[in-house]
């Protein structure tokens, strides 16, 4: 096991800049983990670690690689050097010793499978990894048994966050929680209550982004972990839907999860499909995380809604106010405006699909206007609407009713995509037009005609700006 190629000039320069200092420099961690599980990251994240000094020596460092430097906490003396190449970004985090020794920094990391450590000089002068590798607490064997094992037993005392992150490297590298670990957890989990929402934030996306996210979603809910951040979850437990569902909203929820799952999983053969979950939406989250995510929060409202007329259950409008609770969960996250903007379109409009489904060929007008209000989560909410679909099987629901929404919604898909590779046709009329014209003032009523024209353009009611300026003059 060496040290990979690509890696080698950087930790060669890094370690000549060692020697010009006269200091002793380790790789720590997951770096050296990703190793032994034979993994590489496209954009690699090394870290590294020094008796004392590694503020000052990073910020030098920074200027012999012409990389970004930035002190990440300077009372425990840790920094990142950033170095943007043509086609990949490498991450560099050099931090202080936490102990008096290597031996002691080793041991107040989160987990066994993360204390392994390398001299850089062996790094780069031997490259054989597993004849130099130091490894003092067991991590080789925690990385072959596929366990996540706290370092000690302070571990969360020292970091609450690693709580969260025992459960998101499991589901990374399709780990086990050891039973130890797991009774510690089950213990000192309000220590999450401290830890600011944005670390949570990205230990719940990786755990979103990881191939088995249902699994371990599942694992934190049974300790009563999720519901700490996202207490909007609680009154969903238990609240019984009506016949044509065989789980309450909450069971139903997480089912909505592993369905979107495995419909991610199906969809990503197609590579115009994988090409569109793949897209980053706000660094680092993609779009399937975000969709994952979107499943959680797309009956929250149900609660709110929930009305019992005449004996009947109903949630009239449990979209509208899922979307304006997933509005406020975004921005508790502190999440982009973009993610925020994903998230509220598929919890809003993830019922439409299932309108469109109930003809079996949905008129030209009810597409376009799907496709319009959606806009660029057109896709996702179609894709979303199967999971929910194939989550939702109580006892009025009929197979008939269910294959006709999968076909309907695999021939809209198919549309959507053929749609994305044509040229979008031009406009047949601006605000300019209207107000050249009619002799309109600039108002809301331009932008309504517009649309509509927009619209009638779209399904091929209007072919020419002579037809679309008749129009608009019967619509104003």
């Known amino acids: 096991m060496k040290i990979p190629n690509d890696d080698l000039p950087f930790l060669s320069e890094i370690y000549e800049f060692c020697l010009l200092k006269k200091k002793a420099v380790y790789i720590v961690g997951g ?28 910020r030098e460092l920074s200027r012999k ?13 840790c920094c990142r050097l950033v170095k943007k190449l043509e086609n990949r970004i490498y991450t560099f985090d050099f931090s202080d010793f936490r102990g008096k020794t290597l031996k002691l920094d080793l041991l107040h990391r989160d987990f066994t499978i993360n204390t392994l450590a390398l001299d850089l000089k062996d790094a ?6 597993q004849k130099h590798i130091i490894d003092l607490y067991g991590a080789a064997k925690d990385i072959k048994s596929k366990t996540i094992r706290i370092a000690h037993n302070g571990a969360f005392a020292e970091d609450p966050l690693r709580i969260l992150r025992a459960f998101s ?9 050891e039973a130890k670990t797991f009774a510690l957890i089950k213990k000192e989990k309000k220590k999450l209550l401290g830890v600011s929402l944005e670390r949570v934030r990205d230990e719940l996306f990786k755990i979103f982004e990881s191939p088995n996210a249902h699994k371990y979603i599942v694992e934190l809910d049974r300790f009563r972990i999720l519901s700490l951040f996202l207490p909007e979850i609680e009154p969903m437990r238990g609240k019984y839907q009506g016949p044509y569902h065989h789980l309450d909203i909450w069971k139903h929820t997480l089912e909505s999860l592993k369905q979107m799952e495995g419909v991610i999983d199906s969809a990503q053969k197609n590579p115009d499909i994988k090409t569109y979950l793949d897209q980053v939406i706000s660094s680092p989250r993609k779009r399937f995380g975000l969709m994952k995510f979107a499943a959680i929060l797309h009956d929250v409202g149900k609660p709110k809604a929930m009305r019992r007329i005449e004996g009947k259950l109903i ?7 899922g979307r304006d609770m997933a509005r406020g969960i975004a921005k508790r996250l502190k999440l982009s405006n973009d993610d925020q903007s994903c998230l509220e379109k598929i919890v809003y409009w993830h019922l439409r699909p299932g309108y469109l489904g109930d003809t079996l060929k949905p008129t030209e007008r009810a597409k376009f206007r799907y496709f319009r209000d959606a806009a660029e989560e057109s896709l996702s909410t179609l894709l979303f609407s199967l999971a929910d679909q194939r989550s939702t099987k109580g006892p009025l629901t009929r197979r008939k009713d269910a294959l006709q929404h999968e076909k309907v919604v695999a021939a809209l898909i198919k549309e959507l995509l053929e749609k994305k590779k044509e040229e979008k046709p031009v406009r047949l009329l601006t605000g300019d037009d209207l107000i050249k014209e009619f002799g309109l003032e600039p108002s809301a009523l331009i932008g309504k005609i ?3 024209i927009e619209e009638l353009q779209a399904i091929g009611k209007l072919h ?9 003059k019967k619509l104003i």
Do not use: M, W
């Open 169 to 177: 490297l499991a589901a990374i590298f399709s780990f086990k929680i």
């Open 31 to 58: 770096y050296l983990r990703d190793l032994f599980l034979n993994r590489q990251k496209e954009n690699p994240d090394i870290d590294f670690c020094i008796s004392k000094g590694a503020v000052k020596f990073g």
């Open 315 to 321: 949630f009239h409008g449990h979209e509208r106010i």
């Open 65 to 77: 690689l012409g990389a970004g430097f930035v002190v990440l906490d300077k009372e425990h003396g």
């Open 124 to 129: 780069v002068v031997s490259r054989d990894i």
């Open 464 to 472: 020419t700006k002579a037809e679309a300026l008749k129009q608009a």
């Open 450 to 452: 517009l649309r509509k």
